[in-house]
Each structure stands twice: as structure tokens, then as C-alpha cells.
Nanobody, 127 residues
Framework: QVQLVESGGGLVQAGGSLRLSCAAF????????MGWFRQAPGKERKCVAS????????YYTDSVKGRFTISRDNAKNTVYLQMNSLKPEDTAIYYC????????????????????WGQGTQVSVSS
């Protein structure tokens, strides 16, 4: 089993930036597809970004394209989410997730495909 620990959330004004980090413990990080999800109050959890094992393929939901960047450092067992030009609608709890299925290629946006989840980190953007 893989344990994930997120950090980097906080309160920021609109237009500001935050960088989320997710450290993985256990398993072989380079074999994991990684994703960032978010859940706002009263809304379902949704994939924000996903990155393939090598980092060569990425996915972004439309609302964050051009503002967020997902990246990974396999030597540090860490995935990042750089968030720029933050908007109040980005306010949510952000979760890091790992897909352990060896047969899957590329990226995935389905929460059901992810096997391990972090505890979540709150991101709040004030207007």
C-alpha cells in the first residue's frame, strides 16, 4: 500500500499562487499514475490534473488549463501541483491520489481508478 501526504495548502488572495506537494511512502513511485483531485462543499470530487508514470503525459480539467501545472520528481517520490492565477472558485480540499494498476497507461481522471488517497489539504482563495 502507498501512503500519500499532501502539503502546501493555505489561504491566498485571488490572483495569487500556491504549490501543493504530495510525498509518497511505500511502493515504487515511478510505477504510479498520479492525480490531483479537489472537492468543494456540496460538490463531488473531481480530477484537476493527472500525470503519467514518466511525466510525459498530463491531463488538466478545462477550468485550470493554463493556470495549473502538474509535475513529478520520481527521485524524490513527490508529485506537485503549481497553481497560479488562483480564483475564488478554486477553493476546495485538494487530494493527491495514486493509481497502482500496472496495466494502465497514460493518465486517468476516474476517481475509481485510484487506489491510495492523501488526507487532503485545504486551499482557500479570497476575492
Amino acid at each position: 500500500q502507498v501512503q500519500l501526504v499532501e502539503s502546501g495548502g493555505g489561504l491566498v488572495q485571488a490572483g495569487g499562487s500556491l504549490r501543493l506537494s504530495c510525498a509518497a511512502f511505500g511502493g515504487t513511485f515511478s510505477k504510479l499514475i498520479m492525480g490531483w483531485f479537489r472537492q468543494a462543499p456540496g460538490k463531488e470530487r473531481k480530477c484537476v490534473a493527472s500525470i503519467s508514470r514518466s511525466g510525459g503525459n498530463t491531463y488538466y480539467t478545462d477550468s485550470v488549463k493554463g493556470r495549473f501545472t502538474i509535475s513529478r520528481d520520481n527521485a524524490k517520490n513527490t508529485v506537485y501541483l503549481q497553481m497560479n492565477s488562483l480564483k475564488p472558485e478554486d477553493t476546495a480540499i485538494y487530494y493527491c491520489a495514486a493509481d497502482l494498476d500496472w496495466y494502465r497507461v497514460g493518465v486517468t481522471v476516474n476517481s475509481g481508478d485510484y487506489d491510495s488517497w492523501g488526507q487532503g489539504t485545504q486551499v482557500s482563495v479570497s476575492s
